[in-house]
């Protein structure tokens, strides 16, 4: 029950009639610039998306380092405070 190339052709001729050459072309150009801008918006937003997720690394490392020295420790480990009966 599809439609054949035969009843395609007919029903490609009656939209050429009706809209006319030039006013098909227009919307297809339309219609490209349109799925274009598309395009080109879901790969900012990626790169966007992508840019944030290092930020947010790069800040939680920052603010960890910040957490253990605040905390007395390193980055290799706890710092020990020797008092003088230690010595």
Sequence with gaps: M??????????????????????????GGDLGGAIKNFKTAMKDEENASKTTDTENTENTEKKEQLDNKEAGTTIEGTVEHKTKDQV
């Design 2 to 27: 599809g439609f054949g190339v035969t009843e395609l052709i007919i029903i490609l001729a009656i939209v050429l009639v009706l809209f006319g050459a030039k006013k098909l072309r227009n919307i």
